[in-house]
């Protein structure tokens, strides 16, 4: 049967809403109309590691408009959350408004709700909050130094302790040591990436509105994680997940942006307190500065190469910026050792993951978490093995490609593999000539070729 | 600066409003008259996706004062789908895949009509500039472009591809 004959499989399917796309017609969960809304505005905090002195409201209650002001001590149940904390991931670290200090430039510290948007925002603008400034750290790096300032109580040396007091995620596959000591050359080198914001055309939002009598409150959220947004709402609120509704819909873009779960519960209680719809919709300066971006990573990898091509060991250190809070960082860090050491096949490896915490915006995911910068760094790190062995690029990838059936350093055969046709189709539509050896290569059969 | 009683045709619609001198038209649009296809990305006139046609030329909603344009013709989105004049763009646009999460659509919907409006067989040169001004984070461009080359190549009588 060819690709052309089956209905599914290789054939183009239309998006759902594409039609509505064109005409302007579908619904974001802004477009939703709810008469006497209010909207809320955050008052957010100016330094990135400060002692909280005072909070004083009084001005910003009393300013035009203003329904309602929200702190840390409006907050009916959790103080703290962990996005994931429904999945077993934890402990929940990161204040919904802050309290007793701010780990980050830009974390909430008051909601502020009024009539208008702008009501809010001048509102806003008006809480008096007392710093004591206290020493920050911005780098990995440094923050694993001792003597570096703490960013949490939870984290003594700043970095995320894994489950059975790991300080990684950890791969231990073979022996790398007794490798390095028998390979013909040793290629290393480090490999860093910067934060990146996903920037969804539309930021991050949501509308909350009580339905009266029960106390019921539904919620129009873009959030990516729906399930997520509804279990640490009702958590964060100490109410049953049966009193809230929450409706998704088209979201404007996400990315991995739209994960932080960061509007939902605070709106949420300013509905529930007012009993009035309440909207509360990131700025494009917030989705920039406030929402989460990609972390920053650092991946140091040492390999132990043969005069032959073929990788016979390979250590790697990663080091992922999670800023101030965990979110979903040791989430990212299981799936980059998961990904490494590669589509290779590789008799030792050994892996270590570390998630660092900063006073930095807290990184949560983006497209492919904890994938993209584990590629980047093994394949520059592939091509200067090549160039260090002196040897083609295309055919190094070629040698070490898995093939089925071989160990992984997961301690999982490899099944379905499929990384040798896919280099040789590439290498067709590029141009790339290679030698016939290299052209019968195959991932079922390695001594093909 | 006082609030003023200031008159708009939007999409062939003879409206009427009492602004404030900073109110823009996109706020009119969007929560006045419920036009939910002008779409808020930025608020700063950095992302197209409230893009609107004011007498015949393309503007940013968000940056424009509705006091600035008392008495003008407005069309958005809605105007020209009543008017059935970018029928052809909307088939090119779902042909081609040129939209995904469809949050910037309309907004380049408008810039294109725009742009076909004032030069009919644009270069590709021609149409990335007429697109300059709309941000699309999903698509990478290129099958929006090639849906407007599509419908260039309809109207000019050849086949698009």
Redesign the interface.
Known sequence: MAIKDLKIVGQ?V??R????????????Y??I?VPRMLHLKMHRSIYPHAKILNIDTSEAKSSAGVVCVLTHEDLPGKKKYNGLAGVGVGPEDESVLAFEKVRWKGESVVAVIAETPKQAEAAAAKVKVDYEELPAVFDIMEALKDGAPVVTDHWPNNHYIFPDNHRAAQVRYGDVEKAFAEADHIVEDVYQTQPIEQ?????NGCIAVPEGGDGRITVYSNTQGLQFSLDVTADILGVPTSKLRFIGG??????GGKVDLQPEPITTLAAMRTGRPVKFKY??EEEMRVSSSRSAWRVEIKDGVMNDGRIIARKITTYQDSGAYLRFSSYGGMKHCGHMPGPYTIPNVWIDSIVVFTNRTPSNAMRGFGVMAGSFALEVQMDKVAETIGMDPWELRLINAYREGDMKSHQKEVEDAGMVETILAAAKLAGKQLPEEFQKMSSLDRKAG | MASRIVSLKVNGQNEEFIVGALTSLQDILRDTLNYTSVKEGCRQGGCGSCSVIIDGELRLSCLTPVQEVDGSEVTTLEGLNQSNSIAALQQQFIDKYAAQCGFCTPGMMVAIQALLDRNPNPSRDEITEGLAGNICRCTGYLPIIKAVEGVVAEMSGASGD
Not at chain 1, 199 to 203: I, M
């Open positions: 183009p239309k998006l809403d594409l039609d509505t796309h064109v005409t302007g017609e579908t619904v974001y802004e477009d109309r920037a969804p055309l539309e930021t088209t979201v404007g873009g996400g990315f700025t494009r």
